[in-house]
Nanobody, 117 residues
Framework: QVQLVESGGGLVQPGGSLRLSCAASGIIFSIRAMGWYRQPPGKQRELVAVITSGRNTNYADSVKGRFTISRDNAKNTVYLQMNSLKPEDTAVYYC???????????WGQGTLVTVSS
């Protein structure tokens, strides 16, 4: 069984920064992609950023230039550096990992990010 443990959420003022981490543990031989999604209050879950095993990245237009996704393959960990945070970034952020060997799609428990003065 694969588990994802997220950390780094919290309360931050507009313009501030936070760094989220997500570590995958369990029987993992090959990870295809790791990413972050978020669900703002009263809205649907949406993609924030994703990074593939080849380190190709994709970002939501709303976070381009402010957020940076990265990964440490040796630690099966993905990070999301969030800068210039805005109140509209307030959401529960979920880590997602797609594993190719053994195949599976896994989600973290979510971490709350609140941007408010």
């Amino acid at each position: 069984q694969v588990q994802l443990v997220e950390s780094g959420g919290g309360l931050v003022q507009p313009g501030g920064s936070l760094r989220l981490s997500c570590a995958a543990s369990g029987i993992i031989f090959s990870i295809r992609a790791m990413g972050w999604y978020r669900q703002p209050p009263g809205k649907q879950r949406e993609l924030v950023a994703v990074i593939t095993s080849g380190r190709n990245t994709n970002y939501a237009d709303s976070v381009k230039g402010r957020f940076t996704i990265s990964r440490d393959n040796a630690k099966n960990t993905v990070y999301l550096q969030m800068n210039s945070l805005k109140p509209e970034d307030t959401a529960v952020y979920y880590c997602n990992t797609i594993i190719s060997d053994p195949p599976g799609d896994y989600w973290g428990q979510g971490t709350l990010v609140t941007v408010s003065s």
